[in-house]
Nanobody, 125 residues
Framework: QVQLVESGGGLVQAGGSLRLSCAAS????????VGWFRQAPGKEREFVAA????????DYADSVKGRFAISRDNAKITVYLQMNSLKPEDTAVYYC??????????????????WGQGTQVTVSS
């Protein structure tokens, strides 16, 4: 069983930065791949970024490539999402999710078994 808690959301002006954290519980954390997803008002939840269990494999949605960076610190049992050059269209509730995997990353929401409660990110223009 894995429990996830996101933090780091808030209100920021366009062009600014935020770093989201996803803190996890569980002794086998290093065997879990993690993804970040987001849901804007009136829209479906969408993939943002993912990282595999080792941290050596990552993937990003085209809309955030070059602006967002996902990383993990297995010693701290935390995954981060550094968000730079934020745009108003990045406004959403951001969720981290975990899946047991020692393979590569996944962009597919249904493959993630564990989810956090979400953290709000609001980017003003």
């Amino acid at each position: 069983q894995v429990q996830l808690v996101e933090s780091g959301g808030g209100l920021v002006q366009a062009g600014g930065s935020l770093r989201l954290s996803c803190a996890a519980s569980g002794r086998t954390w290093s065997r879990y791949a993690v993804g970040w997803f987001r849901q804007a008002p009136g829209k479906e939840r969408e993939f943002v970024a993912a990282i595999n269990w080792s941290g050596y494999s990552t993937d990003y949605a085209d809309s955030v490539k070059g602006r967002f960076a996902i990383s993990r610190d297995n010693a701290k049992i935390t995954v981060y999402l550094q968000m730079n050059s934020l745009k108003p269209e990045d406004t959403a509730v951001y969720y981290c999710a975990a899946r047991y995997s020692q393979g590569g990353v996944s962009l597919i929401e249904s493959e993630y078994a564990y989810w956090g409660q979400g953290t709000q990110v609001t980017v003003s223009s």
